[in-house]
């Protein structure tokens, strides 16, 4: 059984340019959330995908944009980067009608 | 409105001791609670979790104690190891496969 998978690992940008983070589920798995958890904090509910769709979405600007593919994969964008979007982003999958939600190793990306 | 409150903030403990960590909640529409565990530099690892059913839950050296009419839960390790050092989160989810709410963390050191 395959965990969850991210990439890429580190990323560093500048600000005002647009950054594309991808994610594969655990195997069996067909809900992907992702997750914003800047230094010190816990993570931050981003949104979720479920069957290609948008399931719910939490406190974060119309530029954070996501994708989920057939295979269930999924795609996090965040355009026009700003200093505060430093962060470690972080990809959970799950099965719809359970809770558990496992998460990947996320993504450290730097925005300069 | 933080919505899931985390403490203590760190915990240094010794070896073969014991370690809590609290956390309170606010909204009643939770029903699940998971503790998640994440070592620097990698993505939280679920540990275990509890629904409001059940006032305590156990697995190993790690026990949820739950408590539905003060709306608090709180994460007991027994025989407290180094390789335990972590920083431990609390979260909270309303309904199923639903978007986590995380505590703010809680840095636990295990000294030898």
């Known amino acids: 059984e395959t965990g969850v998978t991210q990439s890429p690992t580190h990323l560093i940008k500048t600000r005002g340019q647009q950054v594309t983070l991808r994610c594969s589920s655990q195997?069996?798995?067909?809900?992907v959330s992702w997750y914003q958890q800047a230094l010190g904090q816990g993570p931050q509910f981003i949104f979720q995908?479920?069957?290609?769709?948008?399931?719910g979405r939490g406190n974060f600007p119309p530029r954070f944009s996501g994708l989920q593919f057939p295979n269930y994969s999924s795609e996090l964008n965040v355009n026009a980067l700003e200093l505060d979007d430093s962060a470690l982003y972080l990809c959970?999958?799950?099965?719809?009608?359970?809770?558990?939600?496992?998460f990947g190793p996320g993504t450290r990306l730097t925005v300069l | 409105q933080q919505q899931v409150k985390q403490s203590p903030q760190s915990l240094i403990v010794q070896k073969g001791g014991i370690s809590i960590i609290n956390c309170a909640y606010e909204?009643?529409?939770?029903?699940?609670f998971p503790w998640y565990q994440q070592f620097p530099g990698k993505g939280p690892a679920l540990l275990i979790a509890?629904?409001?059913?059940?006032s305590e839950k156990k697995e190993g050296r790690f026990t949820i104690s739950f408590n539905k009419s003060a709306k608090q839960f709180s994460l007991h390790i027994m025989d407290s190891q180094p390789g335990d050092s972590a920083t431990y989160f609390c979260?909270?989810?309303?309904?199923?496969?639903?978007?986590?709410?995380f505590g703010q963390g809680t840095e636990l050191s295990v000294k030898p």
């Open positions: 995908y479920y069957r290609e769709e948008e399931n």
């Open positions: 509890i629904r409001p059913d059940v």
């Open positions: 959970a999958s799950s099965l719809v009608t359970y809770n558990e939600q496992f």
């Open positions: 195997s069996g798995h067909n809900t």
């Open positions: 979260a909270a989810s309303p309904g199923q496969g639903g978007k986590l709410i």
């Open positions: 909204n009643t529409a939770f029903d699940y």
